[in-house]
Each structure stands twice: as C-alpha cells, then as structure tokens.
C-alpha cells in the first residue's frame, strides 16, 4: 500500500493533486487544515478490511457513540445560536452524514446531498450556552467544509460522465466553454438558451451570441459623461497606466483645461512621481491626498474641472488603509464613479478576491487591461456578467492612448474565442467545471 500526503490551498486543488498523481483508484485515509492549506492523505491499493476488525471492537464502539453525543451537543447549540445570527450554523451542519472513519476514494461517486434542517435535540441540562470550545467549533467546521468540497468534486465527477453518456452534443459544447474559461454556472446558463437548437454550428454561433448580450457595457463613455472618476483594484492591475491612457484621451480630444488628476497612493515607491511626470506631460494639475487627509475638502477645489481622475492604492484586503480609502471614496460628498481595474492575466480566484475586497465602495464597472498578453478571457468574463459589471474600457498595450479602446461585446467574444486554450480539457477540468455549478443555488446540469 502506498501513502503519500498532498499540500494545497483548498480540498479541491487537493483532490486534483491526488487524482494527478496516484490515480482515480486512490482512497483519501485522512485531512487537517494547515497554515495556508489543507493537508490531505492519501492511499493506493487501500484495503478497507485492513483496517477494519474482525470482531467487534468495544472500546471503539462506546468512544464513537461518544463522539456522536458530542457532536449531536454541539449542533443544538449550534441551532440556538443560529436564531441569533441567521441559522448560519445550523445550515453548516444540516443534512451531513455522519462517517465513522470510513474512507473516501477519489473515483467513488456520491449521490448528492440534502439539505433538510436537522432536528433539534434537547440540550443537556449542565450544558452551558458557553460551553463548547470554540476551537473544537472551528475544526469540525473545518471538517464539514472539506467533506462538501469532496462530495462536490465526486457530484462533478459523476454529473460530467453521465452527460457525456447522455447527450454528447451537449458535452462537447461544455468542453468548447470550458476551453474558453467560462464558469460552470454560466456555462449552464447559455446551455439553456439553446435547448431547442440540435445542429451543432448553429448552436455554437448561437450559444456566442447569447454570451455577447450578456456582457454590459455604458450607454455612454465615462469620459464624454464627466465627473469624478476614480480607479480601484489591487496592486498590479495597472490603474495607474489605465488612468494615463484616459488623461491622454480627454486632452488630445477637449484640451489639457478641464481635467484635473488626484493620486491617492502613498504607498507605492515613485506613484505619485509617476503621476507628477504626467501631468507635466499633459500640462494638467496633480493633487495628492495622503492617508487621513479630507478627500472632500482636496477636491473642492477641482469641483469646475468636467473630468477628476483619481488614481488609488493597491492594497492588500486586510489592511485598514483600505477601508479608509473605500469609505472616502464612497462618501456622499463625492459622488466618484469608481471602476473596477481588473487584469485579464489573473487567476479566477484573484478576479474574485479583487471585486469582494472593492465593492463596498459601490463599483459602476470594471476596465480590463493586459488583453494583450492573456490567454484567457472566459474567467473576467464570467465576473463580470456574474456581478452585472459594465466593461467600460479595454487596454491590450503600453502605448498612450492609443492601446485604450471602448468596448465592442461581439468584438469582446470573438477576441475571447481567439486566445482559447488549444488542446481540448481534461476529464478532470471538466469535472472540476461542474463542481463549480454546484456552487450555485440551481443545481441541474443539462
């Protein structure tokens, strides 16, 4: 038997590592929640009788009824305090089946789970309200949320192989989506438009141009409509270029005497010499607030310009500057239209991350840069439909302006379709592509 022990961020990264590695005949023995990750371990050629006794084992038996008291204990409490805060908790463990140490084989299909709301054992009359530790709380959280993950990843699974066997023309325009890099939930949405279209050209050409409708774009250009608008996002997505290429814009169309630019980043070596440099360029005035000073009263005196562009820092979305600098930006005295920097280059996670961390400060879009050097489009896409983002501007160079264009949604899916992955996906890419759709509250699949 061999065991060997995987590192990843999350269970489902995990399981990939598993499969890759020691196949889907593997059987998960074990997994605990590390600094950055989980660990998991795993076994190939795992025999459960191995570990199993021959005879009944009494000990065990009684520490297990234990363990189920306990754990039974703990979801009362869980319930009461679920009145207070939204049943939250209660949801958390409703409907999980309770194991006792049996394991999981990375190829074992599960059927997926119901979600009824468990009944609510009286509490034990010494049982404090304030008794459970909450560290014991926070592992079998931990505990639950990796058994759904591996439960979603097995649904995936065995979701993907029954539609491949049922309705291969659908499967394959799954792959063709998936190649693109959108999200299984909007897969699955655009699949349902088409229901009634069997020939596969006229599908496709159809599926795309539902996926172009769906994209939101202004009815007018941020630019030509005026005011305060400010560039948000994290460090990298290239805000303070983007924000060069819209000064560049206006001047070369309406002049340098209308247009005012704002650096709110203290923190980045050289951004506000950056923003200096280029506004002696443009001949247009700089203004920079620094941490704590009043944005209101720093631009008061710039409220005659048509056009204030603010440039922001990019920090991280634990740091309490930025929830100062989100608040400011959305005060009411402001009224900036803040648009989302997002960088096609990035991961799915880190597109998701960036628009959690700034929509507080009320987003009225998002401008995509970097379209030059992607391989993908599908997963910003896929955020921005999600989250109903208007795409206000693309950037797919260095040069100013000329590399900063207005969107064109055909255009925007034609481009997406060009820079496909070329090789077709994995079995489990696709896998891992309907696991995400049970992420989302419909779960049907074809």
Not at 55 to 75: C, G
Not at 286 to 292: A, E, I, L, M, S
Not at 405 to 421: D, E, F, T
């Amino acid at each position: 038997m061999q065991v060997k022990r995987f590192f990843a961020a999350d269970m489902r990264q995990a399981m990939k590592l598993v499969r890759d590695e020691l196949g889907a005949d593997a059987a998960i023995i074990g997994n605990r929640r590390i600094a950055g990750g989980v660990e998991l371990t795993a076994a190939l050629d795992y025999k459960l009788s191995a570990l199993a006794p021959r005879v009944p084992n009494m000990e065990l038996e009684d520490e297990l009824r234990k363990t189920q008291s306990r754990i039974v204990t703990a979801q009362a409490e869980l319930s009461l305090r679920g009145e207070a805060d939204g049943d939250t908790n209660r949801q958390l463990f409703a409907g999980l089946p309770m194991t006792a140490g049996l394991p999981l084989t990375a190829a074992e299909p599960l059927s997926e789970p119901t979600y009824a709301a468990p009944a609510r054992p009286a509490p034990a009359p010494a049982q404090s309200s304030g008794g459970i530790d909450p560290r014991a709380l926070d592992s079998m959280r931990f505990e639950l949320n990796s058994l759904r993950e591996l439960m979603e990843v097995q649904l995936g699974t065995l979701a993907w192989n029954q539609l491949q066997g049922s309705r291969p023309a659908q499967a394959n325009l799954y792959r063709r989506l998936q190649r693109i890099g959108l999200s299984g939930p909007l897969s699955r949405d655009l699949l349902a438009m088409i229901t009634d279209i069997e020939e596969p050209r006229q599908a496709w050409r159809m599926l795309l141009a539902h996926l172009a409708r769906m994209i939101a774009v202004p009815e007018v250009e941020p630019l030509e409509e005026g005011g305060v608008i400010a560039m948000v996002g994290p460090a990298g997505m290239g805000k303070t270029t983007t924000l060069a290429k819209l000064a560049a814009r206006y001047v070369l169309k309406y002049g340098a005497q209308n247009v005012a630019l704002v650096s709110m980043d203290s923190f980045r070596i050289g951004a506000q010499e950056q923003l200096k440099t280029l506004g002696r360029i443009l001949n247009v005035p700089v203004t920079h607030v620094d941490p704590g000073q009043s944005l209101v009263q720093a631009l008061d005196p710039l409220l005659r310009k048509r056009v204030v562009l603010i440039d922001t820092a990019g920090l991280q979305a634990s740091d309490p500057a930025l929830r100062m600098q989100l608040e400011s930006l959305a005060g009411r005295g402001i009224r900036s239209k803040n648009y989302l920097v997002l960088a096609t280059t990035s991961q799915k996670q880190v597109l998701t991350a960036a628009y959690h961390s700034y929509k507080r400060c009320g987003l009225a879009g998002c401008i995509l840069t970097k379209l030059d050097e992607t391989a993908s489009l599908g997963e910003v896409l896929s955020l921005a439909i999600s989250h109903e983002l208007p795409v206000a501007y693309l950037t797919d160079g260095p040069r100013i302006p000329d590399d900063l264009h207005l969107p064109r949604r055909h255009q925007l899916v034609s481009r997406a379709v060009s820079v496909q992955m070329q090789e077709e996906p994995s079995e489990e890419a696709m896998a891992d592509m309907f696991a995400d759709i049970y992420h989302s509250p419909t779960k049907q699949v074809g």
